[in-house]
């Protein structure tokens, strides 16, 4: 028996012309919420951007997230976000924000009651000197007193009338 001939062969092997190896750069995102730990997350993707940013918004929406790069066939664990202790540590700072914007908001108001004290004490005190100086104005304003039959002046000072 001969050998066939090539061309008589019916099945020919095709070269291939891109490499078959596995891709060694791709990133996989895992989330699962505790509400539904049945029905994971994942999505796969080779920008670690992106894979970033997914894990972020998973994290933030309250799931537990591993970020996961391929070695070959297997998976490697490169991150870990933990979304509920994240979503309790927002909730905190919320509540300490809200503190502290109600004590700015008292001392605010404090400080304005008592710039408030603070101007009419002042305007009080500036009426008073005023009334003062008007009354010392009209007193120097006053024509020397007349001698009376006594000889004696009416008295404009603290010493009185002299004996």
């Known amino acids: 028996m001969s050998p066939t001939p090539k061309s008589a062969r019916s099945f020919h092997r095709k070269n291939r012309g891109g490499d078959q190896t596995r891709n060694g750069k791709l990133y996989r995102v895992e989330a699962v919420w505790p509400d539904r730990p049945d029905r994971p ?3 796969i993707t ?10 972020e918004e998973f994290a933030d929406q309250g799931a537990y997230v591993e970020v996961q790069r391929s070695r070959g066939f297997q998976w490697r664990t490169v991150e870990t976000l933990d979304g509920p202790a994240r979503l309790d540590a927002a909730a905190a700072d ?4 809200r503190a502290a914007q109600a004590e ?3 001392t605010a108001r404090l400080d304005a009651e008592i710039a408030a004290q603070a101007a009419h004490h002042d305007r009080a005190r500036t009426e008073a000197t005023t009334a003062e100086h008007e009354q010392l104005a009209r007193l120097m304003a006053r024509p020397p007193v007349m001698r009376d039959a006594t000889g004696r002046v009416t008295a404009r000072h603290t010493a009185g009338a002299r004996p």
């Open 104 to 106: 700015a908001e008292r």
């Open 46 to 55: 080779p920008d670690r951007a992106k894979a970033r940013r997914l894990a």
């Open 41 to 43: 997350a994942i999505r």
């Open 94 to 97: 919320r509540r300490q924000q």
